[in-house]
């Protein structure tokens, strides 16, 4: 088993917790941090802009993603050039369709063409991954976001779809485009990212804080949950 410093894919952060992420950040793990209007919300956010102007405080140097809010693609491409402004170091998340249904691939292009670095994310499918490799600008950074997680709990396995994602963005060419495994769920999914080629994987923080068990024996791992689970027992004062 490989050792996290063995790794080559970059780990970043996803959520909106500022403190935590000024935490991880310190640390020097991540190599970049992503949110969400969900994680927003979890994290009580009330005032997006003041949030992200802070994160951009605090973590100048590295790659920092945040997502337009609005259903129609008019106000989304308004609120895209406003989080473009905030920093350079910024990645302006846009879903791949909107609630409709319908394609954001034009307004992707539109940005991606002016300049804005654009993580395209909510991604299932290999045709929505075609489409909008192809708006993508080859001249200007960018992220694809494939919720693999999320597409496990359908039942379909997740690999297939990354690497031949993988493929696809190498044949157009597109290089400066990095693919994100996004909803990771285990530590585990961290080795099948790399094996499907990603540069990107987005971990939560009760992920984040189980990558000291990367490299530890089997042994060792069975021993420590027996351990937990007689301690449980013991303080519980369960008796039989």
């Known amino acids: ?24 950040y310190k640390e020097g793990i991540v190599k970049g941090f992503t949110t969400n209007p969900y994680f927003l919300r979890l994290a009580g956010v009330n005032n997006y802009e003041i949030f992200a102007k802070e994160v951009v405080r605090e973590i100048p140097d590295l790659p920092l993603s945040f997502e337009v809010i609005s259903d129609d693609f008019a106000l989304m491409e308004r609120e895209a050039r406003i989080i473009a402004s905030w920093g350079d170091n910024i990645y302006v998340k846009i879903p791949v369709t909107n609630t409709k249904g319908e394609l954001s691939a034009p307004l992707i292009k539109k940005l991606s063409s002016s300049g804005i670095k654009i993580n395209a994310t909510v991604i299932y499918t290999l045709d929505q991954i075609k489409v909008i490799a ?17 597409i496990g709990e359908t039942g379909i396995d997740p690999m297939p779809i990354v690497k031949e994602s993988k493929r696809l963005i190498e044949s157009i060419p597109l290089p400066k485009t990095e693919l994100l495994w996004a909803s990771t769920r285990e530590v585990f999914n961290i080795f099948q990212a790399e094996e499907c080629g990603c540069e990107i994987i987005t971990i939560t923080n009760d992920i984040l804080i189980k990558l000291n068990t990367i490299g530890i024996s089997l042994e060792q791992a069975s021993l420590d949950i027996i351990k937990t689970f007689y301690e449980c027992a013991q303080k519980s004062g369960y008796k039989i």
């Open 134 to 150: 192809e708006a993508l600008s080859p001249d200007v950074s960018s992220i694809i976001s494939i919720f693999a997680g999320r």
């Open 1 to 24: 088993m490989k050792k996290i410093e063995d790794l080559r894919i970059k780990i970043f952060a996803d959520g909106a917790d500022i403190n935590e992420m000024k935490k991880v």
